[in-house]
């Protein structure tokens, strides 16, 4: 069992940058693969980014050369850097862990946090 905890959100200008961070419990993290995802109002959840557990990442295409995903296995600790914000990224961010290799399908992800609001004001 993988417990995970969000953190870093809040209320930002465009433009600006905000960092997220996930943190899980228990001593296998470094098992899993990563995934950060988010869900607007009225929205399905949509993948953002993913890294493998050797750091591999893949993103979703309207994040690319904004938001950079990594992972420090000795904090157990997953991080979504997002620079260039835009007010389309305003939506609760989660982060999600799976054995095996990453994926960019909700579906695929054993385990959820309870997610951390972005909101990026105009």
């Known amino acids: 069992q993988v417990q995970l905890v969000e953190s870093g959100g809040g209320l930002v200008q465009v433009g600006g940058s905000l960092r997220l961070s996930c943190t899980a419990s228990?001593?296998?993290?470094?098992?899993?693969?990563m995934g950060w995802f988010r869900q607007a109002p009225g929205n399905e959840r949509e993948f953002v980014a993913a890294i493998s557990r050797g750091g591999t990442s893949s993103y979703q295409d309207s994040v690319k050369g904004r938001f950079t995903i990594s992972r420090d296995n000795a904090k157990n600790t997953v991080y979504l850097q997002m620079n260039s914000l835009k007010p389309e990224d305003t939506a609760v961010y989660y982060c999600?862990?799976?054995?095996?290799?990453?994926?960019?399908?909700?579906?695929?992800?054993?385990?959820w946090g309870q997610g951390t609001q972005v909101t990026v004001s105009s």
């Open positions: 999600a862990a799976r054995s095996g290799v990453r994926a960019s399908t909700a579906g695929e992800y054993d385990y």
């Open positions: 228990g001593r296998t993290f470094s098992s899993y693969a």
